[in-house]
């Protein structure tokens, strides 16, 4: 029954998140008192009167989404007659857990690319307004280059192609369709640095302390020196925006904060590609990305749960007749050497046990093999100190090209 009213009840992800985990596979049933308080709230919902109107072609809509840390959620309203806007249609989702360990910015543009394709039967092929309490998403989703976004972000991006639509930032508990100003990156910047890595008034401070950035500011309040006089440590730097130093749309951090800053982008021990994303967001310091690549590879957290990387077995060509490609190699068994040949073609073995294992008694034993069987054009030998000069006095063939396997196995191949 819950099921079939889902879509007049509003934000019905999180209304039934504690009730949806106790059907986990994994998680014990217990009935508490916060899991009958969300079950009474279900019911109020449930029997209460929703005023919905009927969709209207012909009538301005707009969509408001939303997400949480465990659910989507998004309505559909239309302006009346009487300049109120009503709802038409409610709609949510839970996450998966993959999505749960989305960045907050992603998962705001995953709330309004999944409520415009689950609307789709409404809005596709009208213009309607997105509403949307994430500021960077009213630039990230309309005008901010495709090339400058995040993977996950162009693929949100790409997915709204279809739609006609314009996005407008409404902050939490005020109704208003049109804030957006040129600025809004950089103050969406600004507070994501201060909500998720530290404090702005933090960072400024510490940039005033700063001799290379002070410099820095005191150039962009006045005037840049000329290109003789300034100094390699200044060229990277961008603009200064309301007391804080900016390079492009990233804020910068003072040496005095980078070690704390690199320890909260590797905060769960993600990857270099991971922390790079993270920090393209919001952070820069000249070197940023060599300091991201030592603080990943330097984890001893890490480096303990770190696959090892298995190089793939490369097989030899398979030579077209017997004879024409051998390995040739030195073995040892009950303190006796032995010179071993093998057939790539034919896996055809030729073991001679040596007296010596100087060069000439080698050359010998690779003479009467080499009379026997004719028309060799390659020898695979180990890269020892004798292998190489050997098999040259025994064919009387001077050309010598590495193998690719070389590399990996220590071995030279000798076209004869």
Request: aromatic share 10%.
């Given at each position: 029954?819950a099921?079939?009213?889902?879509k007049?009840?509003?934000?019905?992800?999180?209304?039934t998140?504690?009730?949806?985990e106790l059907?986990q596979?994994?998680?014990?049933?217990?009935?508490?008192?916060?899991?009958?308080r969300?079950?009474?709230?279900?019911?109020?919902?449930?029997?209460s009167p929703?005023?919905?109107?009927k969709?209207?072609?012909?009538k301005?809509?707009?969509?408001?989404?939303?997400?949480s840390?465990?659910?989507?959620?998004?309505?559909l309203?239309?302006?009346?007659?009487?300049d109120?806007?009503k709802p038409?249609?409610?709609?949510?989702?839970s996450?998966?857990?993959?999505?749960?360990?989305?960045?907050q910015?992603?998962?705001?543009a995953?709330?309004i690319?999944?409520?415009?394709?689950r609307l789709?039967?409404?809005?596709?092929?009208?213009?309607?307004i997105?509403?949307?309490?994430?500021?960077p998403l009213?630039?990230?989703?309309?005008?901010?280059?495709?090339n400058?976004?995040?993977?996950?972000?162009?693929r949100?991006?790409?997915?709204?192609l279809k739609?006609?639509?314009?996005?407008?930032?409404?902050?939490?508990g005020?109704?208003d369709e049109?804030?957006?100003t040129?600025?809004?990156f950089?103050?969406?910047?600004r507070?994501?640095?201060?909500?998720?890595i530290?404090?702005?008034?933090?960072?400024r401070?510490s940039?005033?302390?700063?001799?290379?950035?002070?410099?820095?500011?005191k150039?962009?309040?006045?005037?840049?020196?000329?290109?003789?006089?300034r100094s390699?440590r200044?060229?990277?730097?961008?603009k200064q925006?309301?007391?804080?130093?900016?390079y492009?749309?990233?804020?910068?951090?003072?040496?005095?904060?980078?070690?704390?800053?690199?320890?909260?982008?590797?905060?769960?021990?993600f990857?270099i590609?991971?922390?790079?994303?993270?920090a393209?967001?919001?952070?820069?310091?000249?070197?940023?990305?060599?300091?991201?690549?030592?603080t990943?590879?330097?984890c001893?957290?890490?480096?303990k749960?770190r696959?090892?990387?298995?190089e793939?077995m490369?097989?030899?060509?398979?030579p077209?007749?017997?004879?024409?490609?051998?390995g040739a190699?030195?073995?040892?068994h009950?303190?006796?050497?032995?010179?071993?040949?093998?057939?790539?073609?034919?896996?055809?073995?030729?073991i001679?046990?040596?007296?010596?294992?100087t060069?000439?008694?080698?050359?010998e034993?690779?003479?009467?093999?080499f009379?026997?069987?004719?028309?060799l054009?390659?020898?695979?030998?180990?890269?020892g100190?004798a292998?190489?000069?050997?098999?040259?006095?025994?064919?009387?063939?001077?050309?010598?090209?590495s193998?690719?396997?070389r590399?990996?196995?220590r071995?030279?191949?000798?076209?004869?």
């Amino acid at each position: 029954m819950a099921n079939y009213v889902f879509k007049f009840i509003s934000n019905v992800a999180d209304k039934t998140q504690l009730l949806r985990e106790l059907l986990q596979k994994d998680r014990q049933f217990m009935w508490t008192v916060n899991h009958q308080r969300e079950f009474d709230k279900l019911k109020n919902e449930i029997v209460s009167p929703k005023v919905l109107a009927k969709f209207d072609v012909n009538k301005k809509s707009r969509v408001s989404a939303d997400a949480s840390s465990f659910g989507i959620g998004a309505v559909l309203e239309q302006l009346q007659e009487d300049d109120n806007w009503k709802p038409v249609y409610f709609c949510s989702k839970s996450l998966s857990p993959t999505e749960r360990g989305y960045a907050q910015i992603e998962k705001e543009a995953l709330a309004i690319t999944w409520a415009c394709e689950r609307l789709e039967q409404y809005l596709l092929g009208a213009k309607f307004i997105v509403q949307t309490d994430h500021k960077p998403l009213t630039v990230i989703l309309k005008t901010r280059e495709v090339n400058k976004l995040t993977n996950r972000l162009q693929r949100f991006r790409m997915r709204l192609l279809k739609f006609n639509f314009d996005i407008c930032y409404v902050p939490e508990g005020v109704n208003d369709e049109d804030i957006a100003t040129q600025d809004v990156f950089i103050d969406a910047v600004r507070h994501e640095v201060d909500t998720t890595i530290c404090s702005e008034d933090r960072i400024r401070a510490s940039q005033k302390e700063d001799e290379a950035i002070s410099q820095i500011m005191k150039y962009i309040t006045t005037s840049w020196p000329s290109k003789e006089k300034r100094s390699s440590r200044t060229s990277p730097y961008w603009k200064q925006e309301a007391g804080t130093l900016f390079y492009k749309d990233r804020i910068v951090i003072p040496e005095d904060l980078r070690k704390w800053c690199l320890d909260l982008l590797h905060d769960g021990h993600f990857g270099i590609s991971r922390c790079m994303s993270r920090a393209k967001e919001t952070i820069w310091w000249p070197g940023i990305t060599r300091h991201i690549e030592d603080t990943v590879n330097s984890c001893e957290i890490c480096i303990k749960h770190r696959q090892p990387v298995t190089e793939p077995m490369l097989s030899s060509e398979i030579p077209t007749r017997p004879w024409q490609v051998i390995g040739a190699d030195l073995a040892e068994h009950e303190n006796k050497k032995y010179l071993v040949i093998q057939d790539y073609y034919s896996k055809y073995p030729e073991i001679r046990k040596l007296k010596k294992t100087t060069s000439n008694d080698i050359i010998e034993v690779f003479k009467e093999i080499f009379a026997r069987h004719e028309n060799l054009q390659k020898c695979t030998a180990s890269n020892g100190p004798a292998a190489v000069p050997n098999i040259h006095k025994a064919t009387g063939k001077q050309k010598v090209q590495s193998n690719f396997l070389r590399k990996y196995s220590r071995r030279t191949t000798i076209h004869i």
